[in-house]
């Protein structure tokens, strides 16, 4: 007993006793962290049997049904380019396509998906923006006017 008042009476017996108490209290929980350094690997099996993945047939896509937009929208890439000129982008999304046609007032993004009846992706989507700062145009607005370039 005499020792622990001998800490508690002076500032640096104070400051021990803290510092004691502080890893008194910090021990258990960093022992908890503690790993066992034991790890376990898989047994190797039977060789389990690894599937193919089941191919299912494109799903028709829902086509977009805009005033305005009856040339754009179930054309093909070729039809496309022949509208609109060429293509600004390019790109190809797994079976998808989308291409991007550019004027001074809007920018035309026409996204082209596989059909069942199609040999080629078909546009059954259009989305457009205005060049100088993105914000949404009226569609078939867009479409008139880079048709009219």
């Not at 008194?24 to 047994?43: D, E, F, Q, Y």
């Not at 829902?62 to 022949?82: H, K, N």
């Not at 004027?103 to 546009?123: I, M, N, R, W």
Request: charged share 20%.
């Amino acid at each position: 007993m005499n020792s622990a008042r001998s800490l508690s009476s002076s500032p640096a017996g104070l400051s021990r006793l803290r510092v004691l108490l502080g890893l008194a209290v910090l021990a258990p929980l960093l022992a908890a962290c503690a790993s066992t350094g034991t790890t376990t690997t898989p047994r190797p099996g039977k060789g389990a049997a690894i599937r193919e993945p089941v191919r299912a047939a494109p799903r028709d896509p829902t086509f977009q049904t805009i005033p305005g937009l009856e040339g754009v929208i179930g054309a093909s890439e070729s039809q496309l380019l022949r509208q609109f000129g060429a293509a600004r982008l390019n790109v190809w999304e797994g079976d998808a396509r989308k291409l991007q046609f550019t004027g001074k007032a809007c920018v035309l993004d026409v996204f082209l998906y596989p059909t069942a009846q199609s040999k080629e992706p078909l546009a059954s989507y259009v989305d457009a923006r205005r060049s100088s700062d993105g914000q949404d145009v009226d569609r078939a607005a867009c479409v008139a006017a880079l048709k009219g370039r």
